[in-house]
């Protein structure tokens, strides 16, 4: 069992930076890959970012590639978004999330945070 909390959400001018961390409970989180993903009002929850168990393999979504950068922590049981160059379009609502394989898929994904807003004004 993991439990997920998401911090480093808020409002951010176009082409400002964020950091969103997501802190895990649990002794098996070195064991998980992780995933970032946000869902915006009206439309559904798309993949942003994951991360291997090692943190040695990433991977993003095009929309992303080059302005956010995934990474972990597992002796602070953290993962974190690093996220530049922020546009209008990244506004969402951003979750992270603990499963057995790096994926694209929401599905595979067993645990989710609660989610943290994004917002950035045009």
């Known amino acids: 069992q993991v439990q997920l909390v998401e911090s480093g959400g808020g409002l951010v001018e176009t082409g400002g930076s964020l950091r969103l961390s997501c802190a895990a409970s649990?002794?098996?989180?070195?064991?998980?890959?992780m995933g970032w993903f946000r869902q915006a009002p009206g439309k559904e929850r798309e993949f942003v970012a994951h991360?291997?168990?090692?943190?040695?393999?990433?991977h993003y979504a095009d929309s992303v590639k080059g302005r956010f950068t995934i990474s972990r922590d597992n002796a602070k049981n953290t993962v974190y978004l690093q996220m530049n160059t922020l546009k209008p379009e990244d506004t969402a609502v951003y979750y992270c999330?603990?499963?057995?394989?790096?994926?694209?898929?929401?599905?595979?994904?067993?645990?989710w945070g609660q989610g943290t807003q994004v917002t950035v004004s045009s």
């Open positions: 649990g002794r098996t989180f070195s064991s998980y890959a």
């Open positions: 991360i291997s168990w090692s943190g040695s393999s990433t």
């Open positions: 999330a603990a499963g057995t394989v790096t994926t694209v898929y929401t599905r595979s994904y067993a645990y």
